[in-house]
């Protein structure tokens, strides 16, 4: 089988995962995707990351926000403010289309594997488009002024502002990979953490029974890219809400919000991990983690990503064709 498979989350992930479909044929990429942070919210099944992904597949992504459809309107958001309903997570009228739609067919017994190809095939996006589990699993954050708060809730509601005080994983013990995604990834001929929120977006899909050991055997090379750059200053209001996050959640487990601390989590999965130009001086530290750096430009929201692609598609080329994994990058 081979192909090109991810591992990620919405924005971050997406934007790498359209950077490959535009030099590799899609049908070679198989895009594993978290659903931590999928929510039920005016009766309707949201599953951001799932869409976000499919969006920027498709081209229907809205570049500048990263999430939602593109001319989009919010007609229905604010009729339901009119009617007296709590509106925080701006669904766009395009964009309930795919919630409504899912929703339906959710209600006619359709699993969210299925209902995900479905989709996929009517917004001609020939990538496959993975959920990384059948269960409802939900990121919850633990603030230390003692709330609970669904991941999307503490992100998006309270602008990643509490202080955290735990992440868990809400119904992970219930929950496994789908047979599509741990075949995926011991087929693969490359695999790719991608630039996601490594513990509300990562994480949830390694902490599935069998997944991070999958990583592990796949005779195919696993690359990690950083979701970090420091040493570029953010300038998009999204963006350094989701960087304040990736800092606030990496903080709870005390590590600091740096490229090198992530390749850390995953030195026992990647034996590459990408970092930017910017942050070239942490090379040793990821180095000092028995994993090769690779020093390219990552910031794939102002750059093609072709360095970061054409960095990628080499070492899935010089990939040993089977035989033993080649131990020394270690
Ligand atoms: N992010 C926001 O900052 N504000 C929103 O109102 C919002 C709505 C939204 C609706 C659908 C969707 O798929 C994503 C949405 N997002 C919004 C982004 C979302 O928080 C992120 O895509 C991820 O879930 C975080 O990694």
Redesign the pocket.
């Known amino acids: 089988m081979g192909g090109i498979v991810g591992l990620g989350?919405?924005?971050?992930g997406s934007r790498l995962w359209r950077a490959l479909a535009a030099v590799v044929d899609p049908a070679e990429l198989t895009l594993v995707v978290?659903t931590a942070?999928d929510m039920w919210m005016h009766g309707l099944r949201?599953?951001?990351?799932?869409?976000?992904t499919l969006?920027a597949l498709s081209g229907r992504q809205d570049p500048l926000?990263?999430?939602?459809v593109r001319d989009e309107s919010f007609q229905a958001m604010q009729a339901l403010r009119d009617l007296g309903e709590p509106v925080?997570?701006?669904?766009?009228d395009r964009?309930l289309a795919t919630h409504l739609a899912r929703t339906g067919m959710l209600a006619g017994g359709a699993g969210l594997t299925e209902i995900t190809r479905r989709l996929a095939t009517a917004m001609g996006v020939r990538a496959r488009v993975l959920p990384m589990t059948e269960q409802e699993v939900a990121t919850r954050i633990e603030t230390t002024d003692g709330a609970e708060l669904h991941?999307?809730e503490f992100?998006?509601r309270h602008?990643a502002q509490p202080t955290v005080r735990r992440v868990c994983y809400q119904g992970i013990e219930n929950a496994v990979p789908t047979p599509d995604v741990v075949r995926s990834i011991a087929e693969a001929d490359l695999v790719v953490l991608g630039p996601?929120?490594p513990l509300?977006?990562i994480t949830p899909i390694l902490s599935l029974p069998g997944v991070a050991d999958a990583v592990r055997a796949t005779s195919a090379p696993v690359v990690a890219v950083t979701p970090i750059v420091t040493g570029v200053p953010i300038v998009d209001a999204?963006e350094h809400?989701?960087a304040i996050?990736r800092a606030a959640l990496l903080r709870s487990i005390g590590k600091p919000a740096t490229a090198s601390a992530v390749a850390e989590l995953y030195q026992d999965l990647c034996q590459t991990y990408v970092i930017d130009l910017a942050d070239a001086d942490e090379a040793d530290i990821v180095r000092g983690c028995g994993i090769k750096p690779v020093v390219v430009s990552t910031l794939l929201a102002r750059d093609p990503g072709t360095s970061l692609v054409d960095m990628l598609l080499a070492v899935r080329r010089a990939r040993p064709t089977g035989g033993l994994r080649t131990m020394e990058a270690r």
């Open positions: 989350g919405g924005i971050g978290n942070d949201i599953c951001p990351d799932l869409d976000t969006y926000r990263g999430w939602g925080w997570f701006h669904l766009g964009d991941y999307e992100l998006v602008a996601s929120n509300a977006s999204g809400r989701r996050s």
